[in-house]
């Protein structure tokens, strides 16, 4: 997403078994680093969902950063259609709420005002799901 002329990238983890968003970040790359920066705050945060706990397993697109997952002796999958599609629903729903906002926000924001509003979407986001899973 273009912010003030530079890009940002939204990273997301979402539990395939819940659709919940338990983790993202914002990041002006999407490299090697980032992917190892992502499993540390993953590893460090304990995330239960549903009294169970997330595993450690991380299904992607073909982005070659995603190799680093291999060197971080984490499961991984690259995945194309299917399973993914839990993760490209997440950035459906935020490119739905963008587009109504035409060129105020994000456009014309901060990284900190933009990892401030997604934690509010997502927030929302998963209180959404709890209530139509129950």
């Not at 991380?58 to 002796?73: E, Q, R, T, V, W």
């Amino acid at each position: 997403m273009l912010v003030n002329g530079l890009i940002y990238y939204l990273w997301v983890v979402r539990d395939v078994n819940t659709g919940f968003v338990p983790f993202f970040m914002i990041t002006e790359a999407r490299s090697g680093l980032d992917v190892i920066v992502l499993v540390n705050n993953m590893r460090r945060i304990k995330i239960k969902i549903l009294d169970k706990e997330l595993d450690d397993y991380y299904i992607h697109d073909g982005l070659p950063a995603y190799n680093y997952f291999s060197l971080l002796k984490v499961k991984h999958e690259h995945v194309r259609f299917g399973k993914r599609n839990v993760v490209e629903q997440v950035f459906r729903s935020v490119k739905h709420r963008l587009s109504v906002m035409d060129f105020h926000f994000p456009w014309n924001s901060s990284k900190t005002s933009l990892k401030a509003w997604f934690g509010s979407f997502l927030l929302i986001f998963n209180l959404t799901l709890s209530v139509y899973k129950r």
